[in-house]
């Protein structure tokens, strides 16, 4: 049955799955196994009948989960025995890689058979392969991972990147950090004209670093032809202020932000339970509470905000987090969805070729008037 | 009788304040102005019998509520009519700063009456004016800001370092910057033997910016003559996490990273109090853990953190929150007494000194040998 399943379209994409929007996803490498990412795929198919999939890992042990969650016909299994696991060096992964399930999850976005793939394994592994295999749009020189951050805005999430794809970034780099981000809060979150900060470590126009007081300058000649409205430099504490939806900063500084938000999260949590636990009256409240308590969890869970999407490549791919569980899985497959649906990379591609030939119309000019 | 308490002592101490350790004190520039600063030095003179002031600001309006909270006697009073304001720039205070009650508060630690100034006002023109008027402790290159930070460790809190004094930090300044803030860790906050870690995007050797190798070992040999436990790169999340007590990083990112934290507590402060407001149940939960939460807002509150402590000059200048009100200045006193007292500038002076010979001897070495 299986052989049949792989009986391909025209457009490369397995003739069961003709007319789903595809998704390629990594069963292995997360912290909870396989059995959470085919729980997390089942309860995307319950709620959306236009996906399907194509799984990688080793198909002995795919096909029983796979069937116990109905999930046959929509979904096809690459089998691929070997896993990178979450402390093997990128490089290490890159040398003997071929075999493992990530290598063939991002295969299938190569040739076309999906557009977008999910894997809830090794970051920097996941970056290493997405690099070589995909490569890097035209235009691009530093692709970026985006993040998802709760913020106090209309839509209760921030974009923030670059946080860890690359610990230098230029100018040039983040200018078009701008437009990915953008682009992704628009067909990511549904943002039509996202409001967009350059992180600084203050906000007039005459403090902060060199590069990024040329960075300022040429993402506001960009927002001129772009349809993001730019609201100049922002401050660590605007990152979930909700005063702009997309952040954007070197991967060096993002990284720091994103972990240091995430510690001091779990240092509050840390703090409000011993404060719950401090009398018995307090411990009658966190009784009572309890509900409250675990709705704030919930918006401020990292495993809820899917990780990271890789931008500036052929092809997105979404990192879920290692620690994702069915629901954190259906999320990163509801994002994989959507930035598919809305042909998300595509339409970054001609954005940023577009304006590759603005800068070269630009260069070209002040060449003649030279 | 303000003319008496003028008469000095040898060392340069105002007579009337003889035999008591002098902190300096500006009443200006705090958003609650001068009476929540009296009031703290009130609460901190009740509690400690050795404490003495000066007091910076308009004579006029400082001699009374100095009365009223019965500071006569441990109070001299220096007139300075001017006053910085929050939005100053740096570079303006500088030319037009000198009958600022700031010039003058920093004025008194460089003639010697006082060992450690303390100012709620603008940060800016604070290390401005303190780099200006008391200069750099010899070997150091840039002076840094120190914050204490809420911490899952034994002391409750951790310092980190530089938060926003330079932008820019080489590999011999965030050398410096451990020794300075593992000498603020230990004096200041009665840690005999800090664990220091230097902030890094991951915790392998290999990762980050070429600096922080470099720095990496500077800091691995300074440590094995310093009292203080080198435990290498940490990332984001260890700095409220309790597996160090000091983190060292440049002011760029450290800036980002203390506004970051602010911006995550407030933000799931906010988010706190709507699950408390989201049924008739959590709202009487919210009534009983009123203390809890209260408890947990104390830990968390950034204006009982004491803003930052300026290092490397000399003399050491605290510089309360700007919102400090009773309770954050009486800290930010206490943390200067503590400073003064355990003489912490002379000591630190004494061991960049002692490193510097350390490094002109290796130089010297390295001379001969090649």
């Not at 069963?27 to 997390?40: E, F, L, N, T």
């Not at 209309?154 to 670059?162: E, I």
């Not at 997309?246 to 720091?256: C, L, Q, R």
């Amino acid at each position: 049955m299986t052989s049949d399943l792989e009986v391909q379209d025209s457009s490369g994409v397995p003739a069961a799955l003709s007319g789903r929007i595809v998704i390629s996803v990594d069963a292995m490498g997360g912290d909870r196994g396989a059995d959470a990412v085919v729980a997390g795929m089942a309860e995307s198919a319950a709620k959306n009948p236009d996906i399907g999939f194509i799984l990688h890992g080793p198909k002995a042990d795919l096909e029983p989960l796979v069937a116990k969650r109905k999930l046959t016909e929509r979904c096809v299994i690459r089998d691929a025995g070997d896993v990178v696991t979450m402390d093997e060096k990128p490089s290490h992964v890159m040398r003997r890689g071929k075999g493992t399930s990530m290598w063939s999850t991002i295969e299938s976005v190569r040739n076309g058979e999906a557009a977008v793939a999910v894997s809830c394994g090794n970051t920097g592994a996941l970056m290493a392969i997405s690099m070589v295999r995909l490569r890097k749009l035209p235009g691009v020189d530093r692709p970026a991972i985006a993040c998802l951050w709760p913020s106090l805005n209309a839509n209760g999430f921030s974009v923030m990147l670059d946080v860890g794809a690359d610990i230098r970034a230029d100018q040039r780099d983040l200018m078009q950090y701008a437009l990915m981000g953008s682009a992704y809060a628009r067909d990511g979150l549904g943002i039509e004209r996202p409001r967009l900060g350059l992180l600084n470590v203050g906000t007039e126009e005459h403090k902060g670093r060199a590069e990024l007081k040329i960075a300022y300058d040429l993402i506001e000649t960009a927002s001129r032809r772009a349809d993001f409205d730019f609201h100049g430099f922002v401050e660590g504490g605007d990152i979930p202020g909700g005063e702009v939806d997309v952040i954007v900063t070197d991967g060096f500084t993002g990284n720091v932000a994103l972990k240091t938000a995430e510690g001091t999260a779990s240092l509050i949590r840390t703090f409000l339970s011993e404060a719950f636990k401090h009398t018995p009256l307090s411990r009658v409240a966190a009784l009572l509470a309890m509900t409250s308590l675990r709705r704030l969890s919930k918006r401020i869970d990292p495993r809820r905000n899917n990780g990271g999407v890789f931008l500036g490549l052929n092809g997105t791919v979404v990192k879920s987090h290692g620690s994702s569980d069915a629901t954190g899985v259906s999320s990163a497959i509801k994002l994989a969805f959507k930035l598919s649906e809305s042909r998300f990379n595509d339409r970054l591609a001609a954005r940023l070729s577009e304006l590759g030939e603005a800068d070269t119309d630009t260069q070209d000019r002040s060449a003649t008037d030279a």
